[in-house]
């Protein structure tokens, strides 16, 4: 979606004769050909907006770990972008992405409070992403579930260099401008990150047809209420994370250990859950921040998505389930991110 620019302020109401000399006035000076620059040159803008906006998406999700968030920050971005004087800007592209950065930084720090005293464990907000996601082991590993929950441990400053440094490439030099940061300074804060998140993510995890089949499989035994193939699916030492956000009964602690997992998955297809029958509760498999995952919805409304991490042979070792209403906006919207990093 391309953001209109922003509407002038209301112009102060006066009196009737004189609007009409200003109208009379207006039309006077006005010169059609100085209009049709204008609208050429808002047209130009609004192309090279448009070209770069999935890029702007990117960057900002992955700062921000929110769908929502990050489409606020691309739209903050298209209204500055507006406002700028264009012929000062040698590089579009660079510009735009400074810009969304930086707005990104300033919300996440704006928003950290209220993560940290969220009911139970805070997941990122899920979003469907496109064929081509999958398709690059980079851009998919970059906007998994997993690796967004290890940038959460991340503080606001080291987040966005790891981003723009490690997922994107850009400088040292192009970043500190971004962040308004000297040069030094981010390489200590790139370094910094880097090493957090190679110690937090997994070192190896199976390929991605092996993750595909794995998660059919669990797609089947779940649905089918199958407990002795969910457990030879699953990590004996597998992690559940649940995120309702207090709205919806989730769990509050991470769930621990194959039994307990998988039966808790397994009760899928005999218990109400939020209302809704068994019989009414619709399961599918699709693919969710760059992997394959599962879509539960019913009659009315989304109910929860659930992703995956898998090790090296194919099991699974962690479970993402996400539930909160107020996360699934972007699923509700059904409309597939294209997030690739180039």
Known sequence: ???PPPRPAPRQHTDLGQDQEVR???DQDRDPDRDRDLDLDLDLDQQVYRRHRNLLFSVAYRILGTAADAEDAVQDAWIKWSAADRSQV???????????????LERLRSTRHKRETYVGPWLPEPILTVG?????VMDAESVSMAMLVVLETLSPLERAVFVLKEVFGFSHAEIAEAVERSEAAVRQTAHRAREHVQARQPRFAADRSRQREVTEKFFAASTGGDINTLMELLSPDVTLWTDGGGKVRQA???VVGAQTVASWFAAIGTVTYQGIEPADMHAELVEINGGPGLLFSGPDRVIATVTFDFDAEGRITALHN????DKLGAITNGT???????
């Open 1 to 3: 979606m391309t953001y």
């Open 24 to 26: 009379r006035r207006l």
């Open 90 to 104: 040698a590089d579009p592209k660079a510009y735009l992405t400074r810009i969304v950065s930086n707005l990104a």
């Open 132 to 136: 081509d996601t999958a398709d690059s």
């Open 252 to 254: 509050l602690r991470p």
């Open 322 to 325: 996400v539930a909160n209403p």
């Open 336 to 342: 597939p991110h294209d997030v690739a990093t180039r």
